[in-house]
C-alpha cells in the first residue's frame, strides 16, 4: 500500500493538506448530530458535548473506574500503564475487552451512532483505555496528533477515526484538561526520528518519537488558537484522528479521570505498519476485534 502520509524517515520535519474527508456522511443525512454540529465537527477537528451522560451514568462509570483502578494497583499486566518517574496507574488500556461494563459501554447505542454517522460507516473499537491524572501528580501528556502514531506504529491506513473521551470528573481550567488546536486535524505533520523497537513500551509512559517539533506546533497555534473544553462530569468530547491535542500536568489537588474509546471505520483496518516494524500488541491497536453493534 502506498504510504500517503510518511513520517519519521526525513530529518525534517514537514506541513502537508490531510487527504482525507473529515465527515464522511453526506450533511443532508439523517442522524443524531445536526447539520450545525457536523459543520463544526468539520471545521474544527472536534465536538464538545456538555452533560451527555446522566449523573446516575456517571456515578455507575466512576465505581466501576475504581475497581478497575484498584485491581491494577499492584498488577503487572502489559495493561497497566505507569506514571513515567512513579509506580501510580496513568493508564489501563483494552478495558472494553476486560470489563463486561466497559464492553456495554463501548456498544453504546448513543455513541455509534454519532461514530457511524461521521465516519460514514460500520465500527468498530481501535483502542480503549480509562485515563486517571491524579491531583498534585499526574503528569502531561504532550502534543501529538494520534494518526501520526497509529498509522507509522500501527498501519492505520487513512484518517477515518474518532476518539472519545467521557470525562468522569469536572474538567477546569486547573486540573489538566485535553487541549486542542482547532483545525489542525486538516494539516499532517510529519515527525523527525526512526522509531525504535517496540517503542510503546516507553512511549505509553512518556512519547519521545512520533513528536511534532515546536516550529510547525507554533504555526498550526497561531493559525488554530488552543482550546480547553471545561464542564462538567458526564460530557463527552469527540476528536478527528489528526487533530493536535495534549495536557499540562495536573498540580492542583482535584484529580481528572476520563473513559477513552476510539472508533475506526470498518473500511479502514489496519494493514502493516508503514514504519516497516512488527505491530504493536492488540490491546493498544485493535487487529481481530469484532464490530460494535447496536
Same mark, same amino acid.
Given at each position: 500500500m502506498i504510504d500517503i502520509y510518511p513520517s519519521r524517515i526525513s530529518s525534517k520535519p514537514t506541513i502537508t493538506e490531510r487527504k482525507d474527508p473529515v465527515v464522511y456522511s453526506p450533511l443532508s443525512k439523517s442522524g443524531p448530530l445536526r447539520v450545525d454540529q457536523l459543520k463544526s465537527y468539520e471545521e474544527n477537528g472536534f465536538l464538545f458535548l456538555e452533560s451527555f451522560f446522566t449523573d446516575a451514568e456517571v456515578e455507575m462509570m466512576r465505581d466501576e473506574l475504581s475497581r478497575v483502578m =484498584?485491581?491494577?494497583? =499492584?498488577?503487572?499486566?502489559?495493561?497497566?500503564?505507569?506514571e513515567p518517574q512513579s509506580q501510580e496507574v496513568r493508564s489501563v488500556f483494552a478495558v472494553h475487552n476486560q470489563d463486561l461494563f466497559f464492553e456495554r459501554l463501548s456498544n453504546d447505542k448513543r455513541l455509534v451512532e454519532m461514530m457511524q454517522q461521521l465516519l460514514g460507516s460500520d465500527v468498530y473499537i481501535h483502542q480503549? @483505555?480509562?485515563?486517571?491524572?491524579?491531583?498534585?501528580? +499526574?503528569?502531561?501528556f504532550y502534543w501529538h496528533s494520534d494518526f501520526e502514531t497509529w498509522h507509522v506504529e500501527d498501519g492505520m491506513p487513512r484518517m477515518r477515526a474518532i476518539s472519545c473521551s467521557i470525562?468522569?470528573?469536572e474538567n477546569t481550567p486547573f486540573n489538566g484538561p485535553l487541549m486542542l488546536i482547532p483545525r489542525s486535524h486538516k494539516r499532517f505533520v510529519s515527525c523527525v +526520528?526512526?522509531? &525504535?523497537?517496540?517503542?510503546?513500551e516507553k512511549s505509553l509512559r512518556k512519547q519521545e518519537y512520533g513528536v511534532p517539533d515546536q516550529d510547525s506546533l507554533t504555526l498550526l497555534a497561531k493559525q488554530g488558537g488552543i482550546v480547553a473544553p471545561t464542564g462538567p462530569a458526564g460530557s463527552i468530547i469527540l476528536f478527528d484522528c489528526n487533530i493536535m491535542h495534549g495536557s499540562n500536568s495536573n498540580i492542583s489537588p482535584l &484529580?481528572?479521570?476520563?473513559?477513552?474509546?476510539?472508533?475506526?471505520?470498518?473500511?479502514? @483496518?489496519?494493514v502493516q505498519p508503514f514504519s516497516g516494524q512488527k505491530p504493536r500488541p492488540e490491546y493498544i491497536a485493535a487487529r481481530e476485534s469484532v464490530l460494535s453493534s447496536l
Open positions: =484498584d485491581q491494577s494497583k =499492584d498488577s503487572t499486566a502489559k495493561e497497566v500503564i505507569r480503549s @483505555r480509562i485515563n486517571l491524572k491524579s491531583g498534585f501528580t +499526574g503528569k502531561e470525562t468522569l470528573t +526520528g526512526e522509531t &525504535p523497537e517496540d517503542h510503546y &484529580p481528572r479521570s476520563n473513559v477513552f474509546f476510539v472508533f475506526n471505520s470498518v473500511e479502514n @483496518r489496519l
